[in-house]
């Protein structure tokens, strides 16, 4: 049977750190601080704002809470990014996606300014990835990168498999197991929705990593037995028999994995909490060079 990769704790020790950080931070009088704008009532996005603002509360970090209606016009958000790009008391800011189809997602997260990019989504610090630079990285990507190390599990020499392009995911992890050293080195297969035969790429990995937002998309067939198996999917099934409606599920089959994979992250329980995670990291990542630049 294959070893569950459990999420919540790596975390969850990685959030300690991260609060010991902060609280001696604080102690020096910089307060790690991070402006969370949601637009609109979408549930998904509501849950999680709320997840992430308990994360940074527990962690002791400032949280400014900003929300806008769903008809707010791309003018008023993006000045109130522009408010929050001016605050000395924000260090990172995350505007909450998707947004409503009127306004340009692009274009808002541009006015981000990159020294500020707690999601590390501005084709500044993605620019910076690409490169090999140090910068702050997308949050999920590298949640995932973490999740690997804390497990013990190398990357050096190592085929890995994404399936999935996103600009999100698949492409900044690409790129960041690419590069050099710890977490990196590995040789990078990226599949997608006109990847053809994509079995018989999956079939090649020695860690496959699942980010093609589609439930059950990667069955036992198609994993190398004693593969690792990341699954990054999150989507929401219609199930009666729960509360609110409907249940999650990744983009594997996880009980058919069980007899085939080394080692798998759950669904949910995996993924999701490195990624929250890595947001609390970027806000510290952030103070801290606030911290440098006031002598503090």
Do not use: W
């Amino acid at each position: 049977m294959a070893e569950i990769l459990d999420g919540r704790k790596i975390a969850s020790a990685m959030r300690e750190d991260i609060r010991r950080e902060t609280e001696r931070l604080a102690g020096r009088g910089v307060r790690p601080g991070l402006a969370v704008i949601l637009v609109g009532e979408d549930p998904a996005s509501v849950s999680y704002v709320t997840a992430k603002e308990k994360a940074l509360e527990e962690a002791g970090m400032f949280s400014l809470d900003r929300r806008l209606p769903e008809s707010a016009a791309e003018e008023e958000l993006i000045r109130l990014v522009e408010e929050c790009n001016a605050d000395p008391r924000v260090d990172g800011i995350l505007v909450q996606l998707p947004l409503p189809k009127h306004i340009n997602e692009e274009r808002v997260l541009l006015s981000i300014h990159p020294s500020k990019d707690a999601d590390g989504f501005h084709p500044f610090n993605l620019g910076k990835l690409m490169l090999g630079q140090d910068s702050f990285y997308p949050c999920t990507p590298y949640g995932i990168i973490k999740l690997l190390a804390a497990a013990g599990v190398g990357t050096r020499g190592r085929h890995v498999v994404i399936v999935g392009r996103s600009p999100t995911v698949g492409k900044p992890l690409a790129n960041l197991l690419l590069g050099k050293g710890e977490g990196g080195d590995a040789t990078v297969t990226v599949c997608h929705s006109a990847t053809d035969g994509l079995a018989r790429h999956t079939r090649q990995a020695d860690i496959l990593i699942a980010a093609a937002g589609k439930a059950g998309l990667i069955t036992a067939d198609m994993v190398k037995p004693g593969a690792l198996v990341i699954d990054v999917g999150v989507n929401r099934i219609p199930d009666a028999s729960k509360k609110k409606g409907f249940r999650l599920r990744g983009d594997t089959d996880f009980e058919g994995l069980q007899s085939v994979a080394s080692k798998i992250t759950p669904v949910p329980g995996g993924v999701g909490p490195m990624t929250i995670t890595m947001l609390l990291y970027n806000t510290l990542k952030a103070a801290k060079a606030r911290g440098r630049q006031s002598g503090q």
